[in-house]
Each structure stands twice: as structure tokens, then as C-alpha cells.
């Protein structure tokens, strides 16, 4: 299980550490790609096969389900962390998320995501401002 928040720098070939705590969840192997929220996500092999064959069996007749599709696979690359947890993050999918020197990292059960720290500040700022109209609609989910 994936949680917390954690500060870590990107070294000059692009390679990030991976918190010390995930690393033997994430030893087998990882698949990085663009999250929805101009962010990385992070998934464990296992949670990738599940999620790809997921993915794979939305409708072609569906522009946004050919749209998902191509956001997830076409930037996705698989690893496997190096010996001191590092995995390189392609210079593309750094592009997509604005990274540069330095990254946060977050915990979110099954998957990580990789943030650049400002729009991870504001992103998590609009989410303190207003926690009521969160609630709601996991409220209307049946949560």
C-alpha cells in the first residue's frame, strides 16, 4: 500500500529515487505514465496488467475510450528500479508533467504519482480550500 508524500530530486540523467519504503513493492518492475492531472503515475506491474487489460477492452466506437487509450499506453515505459531505487523518467513524460530538478512523490493505495511541486501545491491547496464539496460527491458515489 502506497502512502504518504515525499520531496526527491531528479539527478542530471533524469533518474528519480523512489521512497525507501516502496521499494520492495515496486522491485518487480514498474510502468510510469501520464496521469490525467498533467502528473506521473506510478503503477506496480500487477496493478498495470489489470488496469491495461481494462483499458484494452473500452470500446474503439468511443473517441474518448480511443482518446484514454492513447494517453496511458503511448507514453508509458516499464522499468525496473536500479539498485539504489532509481528509475529513469523519459524525457518526455518529464515534458508532460514539468519536472525538472526536483519532484514530489505521493502514495495513493495501489499507484504513486509524480508532481512537479508547484501544481502539486496548488492542486493540494484547492483540495484543502474546499474538502466539503469533495465530500459530497463521494458522498453521491456511496462513499
Known amino acids: 500500500m502506497f502512502l504518504g508524500e515525499f520531496s526527491h530530486n531528479l539527478d542530471d540523467k533524469g533518474r528519480l529515487t523512489i521512497p525507501a519504503k516502496f521499494r520492495d513493492e515496486l522491485a518487480g518492475g514498474v510502468v510510469i505514465t501520464r496521469g490525467i492531472d498533467r502528473c506521473l503515475s506510478v503503477f506496480p506491474r500487477q496493478v498495470w496488467a489489470t488496469l491495461a487489460e481494462r483499458i484494452a477492452q473500452l470500446p474503439l466506437t468511443q473517441r474518448n475510450a480511443r482518446n484514454f487509450g492513447r494517453l496511458m499506453f503511448s507514453g508509458a515505459a516499464d522499468f ?61 458515489l456511496g462513499i
Open 80 to 140: 525496473i528500479p536500479d539498485r539504489q531505487g532509481r528509475v529513469l523518467i523519459p524525457q518526455g513524460l518529464r515534458e508532460y508533467a514539468g519536472l525538472n530538478s526536483e519532484a514530489v512523490i505521493i502514495g495513493l493505495y495501489d499507484r504513486l504519482e509524480i508532481w512537479n511541486p508547484e501544481l502539486w501545491a496548488s492542486v493540494k491547496a484547492a483540495v484543502e480550500e474546499d474538502p466539503e464539496s469533495i465530500a459530497e460527491q463521494l458522498h453521491e
